[in-house]
């Protein structure tokens, strides 16, 4: 009996967590099929006549595609960035000794450690000066910086969990540094990769900060888009939380398939 | 010609000194066991002679060919590691093949090479399978496998059995020693366990706090071992040592005083005796399976503390004059605890050691 109300019990937590986390979505999802009344109605509605009119509007507005596209790319170019520059530091951090390495590992957590606010006028004043302002790369620059250390931190944890003697037979095997990084650790370090891309691209993608400091018109990304409906003396919640629902889907679906590859147990099999 | 030989190598990590200087060569197709308790530096002198570890002095060659500084893979060596280290997200053929595929060799030579070994070594219905869908007996015999593909100068043993349970180990045991006899292969093998490098070995090397304490063949460590220490590893049960004063030393005679001896005195013949004079102490070794309890003459006095029956064998606990002995005797002899002992043995089968531990010899 203890351990069925146990189960229970842990069941009743896992709800908890699940509705507190996914309520949110379905308020933004739920809205964006509501007219301006039903979303303002206090005691809010549960039952509504679902309507189209947000989506044909969204739609309608060439900018919010233009945006999602401008974040598509700025988040894939990052993420691809991140994993490509990230993974290999991640190996050298995880299996070699060299000297400054303590000192660069901290240095690459230290990069996490600063309030991203603390550095936007700084920031934006390079960017004047080099002529960046308002281009992709500015903020493929920008979230580079904030997602390499993640990459690093999660691939680091992840490599250094494969076992060295697969190393030391790939290198008797007659394997080179690169070869054995290839072959051995970016197909077991999988799962740490996947995480620490879905990581990246999630912030580049939801990122708002830098993205209104050093854009104007032609870079705008999704997250600047919607908000900038917030304006004048009208806020249209409807036309808000189609944009919202637009945006999340790509995310999701590119989460959704970087997450096959976060299997437990990969290593399984190679030891004992 | 000396096929694979090492020269006074050391190796240090930090201030620790692990190998002390270790010079010994094996000859082409020779099984050499490096055994020893754990922490004498026996896996790293092997990990040493893979190019897995720098040297820190000495020197090392592999047929003729100097190799201290050699890059591991063009050592020609090939390794089984304790762990079997197989790719997990490969399957048998591709753990296998990795080796060849590195050296870039056609895929028809790949193929047959990798489905000679595994027919060898009767693991072909598995050449799909991944390492995790293996039973531990198999993920050994792949990784046999994968060093046997590449036709290496020197295969390389990393304690390959102490993961697998008493029954496959000695079954193991037995296709190791085959493959080697098929082969004709050179092999190195590090373990801790005696009976493995009695059972496998040409030669094997004793080795103790990194270093050597005895080169021999199995015979040659067991009969004449060099020390009290290589006397206590070699052989199971352990062998038994009681120190003695001497107390007559003449010509060829020994006299040698214990109070667990009957009457406080062993007498033996020893061509030897002419090196000792009454007062040092040595060390007398009794192995369990040369004392025998029906003797016409015994040597030893003992009282029973606990018998263990092994079935067609008992090994007997006792004690005489505060010193352990333990007896491996045939049969189930009717005894129990506290009974008076008189136990025998063979002249030829005592061995003597000096106040240092090291042999006595005639």
Redesign the interface.
Same mark, same amino acid.
């Given at each position: 009996m203890r351990l069925s109300s146990s189960k229970l019990l842990h069941a009743l937590g896992l709800t908890c967590v699940i509705v507190f986390s996914l309520f949110p979505f379905y308020w933004m999802i739920a809205a964006s099929f509501k007219t301006q009344n039903d979303i303002l109605a206090s005691p809010p509605v549960w039952l509504f006549a679902p309507t189209l009119d947000n989506y044909r509007q969204v739609f309608s507005d060439s900018k919010v595609f233009g945006a999602v596209g401008n974040s598509l790319l700025i988040a894939s170019a990052t993420t691809a960035l991140a994993v490509l520059l990230g993974a290999p530091a991640a190996y050298a951090l995880a299996r070699f000794e060299f000297r400054g390495k303590a000192d660069l590992w901290f240095w690459f957590i230290s990069n996490r450690m600063m309030s991203p606010i603390v550095l936007a006028l700084p920031v934006y004043l390079l960017a004047l000066q080099t002529g960046l302002l308002d281009t992709h790369l500015v903020l493929i620059l920008v979230y580079l910086t904030f997602n390499l250390p993640i990459v690093v931190w999660i691939c680091t944890d992840q490599f250094k969990s494969i076992?060295p003697? !697969?190393e030391? @037979? @790939?290198? !008797?095997?007659? @394997?080179d540094q690169f070869?054995i990084f290839r072959?051995?650790y970016l197909? !077991?370090g999988a799962p740490g990769i996947a995480v620490s891309a879905i990581f990246s691209f999630i912030f580049s993608w939801n990122e708002l900060l830098y993205a209104l400091v050093l854009t104007r018109r032609n870079v705008q990304t999704a997250p600047v888009v919607a908000t900038s409906f917030m304006s004048g003396y009208e806020l249209p919640w409807g036309k808000i939380m189609a944009t919202g629902t637009v945006i999340v889907l790509p995310v999701t679906i590119f989460a959704l398939i970087v997450s096959r590859h976060m299997v437990r147990? !990969?290593?399984?099999? @190679?030891?004992? | 010609m000396t096929f694979l030989q090492l020269n006074d190598i050391r190796k240090n990590f930090g201030e620790v000194s692990v190998i002390k200087g270790v010079s010994f060569s094996a000859e082409r197709g020779e099984f050499v066991v490096f055994v020893g308790p754990s922490g004498c530096g026996k896996s790293t002198l092997l990990r040493m002679i893979a190019g897995l570890e720098d040297v820190s002095g000495g020197a090392m060659s592999i047929d003729g060919k100097d190799v201290t500084y050699e890059e591991p893979a063009k050592r020609e060596v090939s390794m089984v590691f304790q762990s079997y280290a197989l790719y997990p997200h490969m399957s048998v053929f591709e753990n296998m093949a990795f080796g060849l595929r590195m050296a870039k060799l056609p895929e028809a030579e790949i193929k047959s090479r990798v489905l000679e070994a595994a027919r060898i070594l009767q693991i072909e219905p598995l050449l799909e399978r991944k390492p995790r869908a293996l039973s531990g007996g198999q993920r050994q015999r792949v990784a046999i496998g994968r060093s046997i593909v590449r036709n290496p100068k020197i295969f390389l043993f990393d304690e390959p059995l102490s993961n697998l349970d008493a029954d496959l180990r000695t079954q193991m045991r037995v296709e190791i020693a085959k493959l080697h006899r098929n082969l004709g292969a050179t092999m190195v093998y590090v373990t801790h366990d005696q009976v493995e490098a009695m059972t496998l070995a040409d030669r094997i090397v004793v080795l103790r706090g990194g270093l050597v304490e005895q080169i021999g063949t199995p015979t040659e460590l067991y009969d004449r071992p060099a020390n009290t220490f290589v006397g206590g590893f070699i052989g199971s049960p352990k062998m038994n040592f009681i120190s003695a004063t001497v107390e007559q030393a003449d010509g060829a005679r020994l006299v040698l005083n214990h109070a667990a001896f009957v009457g406080g005195h062993l007498q033996l013949p020893f061509a030897g005796a002419a090196a000792l004079k009454p007062g040092d102490k040595v060390t007398v070794g009794l192995r369990p399976e040369h004392l025998s309890l029906d003797a016409e003459n015994p040597v030893l006095s003992l009282s029973l503390d606990i018998s263990e029956n092994l079935g067609g064998a008992t090994q007997l606990y006792t004690t005489g004059a505060g010193e352990a002995v333990t007896l491996l005797v045939a049969g189930r002899p009717p005894l129990k605890p506290g009974d008076k002992l008189r136990v025998g043995i063979n002249a030829d089968h005592i061995y003597l050691f000096d106040a240092q531990g090291l042999a006595l010899r005639a």
């Open positions: 076992p003697d !697969l030391q @037979a @790939a290198r !008797l095997d007659g @394997a070869t072959k051995i197909p !077991l147990g !990969l290593t399984m099999g @190679a030891t004992k | -």
